[in-house]
């Protein structure tokens, strides 16, 4: 799978904004003087977002909704939780903030329309850095086919920075739950799978430099290509793997009433295939895979005869072990992946 990079529209970087951006910080502005920044960059990725009858700058956007209803999704992420700064720019947050939301509309069965961003910020946040995290928004969101609406600025206690992202789809008919699956069914993914915990080792170890592409990934991480976001719809069950493979099919495994088994060989495969095997040993690679989170590739479990093209199949489907459980090869499987109370 290719990392395609972060570009940046021109026109928001010329020396004029550089120079005025590099010396405030947010405190040197109001509200309204930040928001004159920031809404041009969010109005750029808009583009023919069809859907969207009112953009940002009023009390609310207006969006045309499906007939069918309307997916809704946010998560947050808190600076020394869900990003260090000395590994990750503001960019690269935005990115990941949208990645992550987009994510579950595309796991619900939904298609993007729009996002709202609320960004919550120590007044000596610099300015430059929240120019970056609205540009990393922006293009993400563009990526993705939908448009930021809008959103909350709000100061933060000393050294607090905060960004919560609200996605909002349309429902397909039928939405795609985690209850769906049945015995028979193949397990599949589409996307990378290991990259993102594969990466956050190499940072935390200080070895970025092992794997540029890892640790690039787990900075921000890419959606499937969108030629596979189609083949969701042939999913029985869906889930995008933010917590770590493992723990995400055992949500599925359980409230489908099922049990899941996981192929070593095919696991094995994904590592020798990828980065991670210039980078870890093979078991620990397959360790990653099995755990790492914020990776946001989907997988789902499909009819055999229904598997879409471009869909990697992992695993099968079994009948219930009780409250659900996953396995490799048969054997039991310690819970692995990412936590937030818990660890």
Known sequence: ???VRPRRYGGLRSSRYRARVSLSRLGDLSETELLDWVLPVYAAALGGAAQILVGPGDDAAVVRAAAAGVVVTTDTMVRGLDWRDEWSSGLEVGRKAVVQNVADVLAMGGRPTGLLVALMADPQTTVAWVMDLAQGIAEAASESGCGVLGGDLSGAPTGMVAVAVTALGDAPQVPVLRSGAQPGDVVAVAGSLGWSGAGLALLRAGEPERSPQLAAYHRAPILPPVE??????AAHALIDI???LVRDLRRIAAASAVSIDLDLDALRREVQESPIAEAFPLDEG???VLGGGEEHSLVGCFAPSDLPT??????????SGGEGGVTLDGA????????????
Do not use: C, N, Q, Y
């Open 242 to 244: 933010s917590d770590g």
């Open 332 to 343: 039991a499987l310690a819970i692995r992946g990412w936590d937030h109370f818990g660890g």
């Open 1 to 3: 799978m290719k990392v």
């Open 286 to 288: 397959v360790e990653h």
């Open 310 to 319: 471009g869909w990697r199949a992992i695993g099968r489907v079994g009948p």
């Open 228 to 233: 596979l976001w189609a083949g969701r719809a």
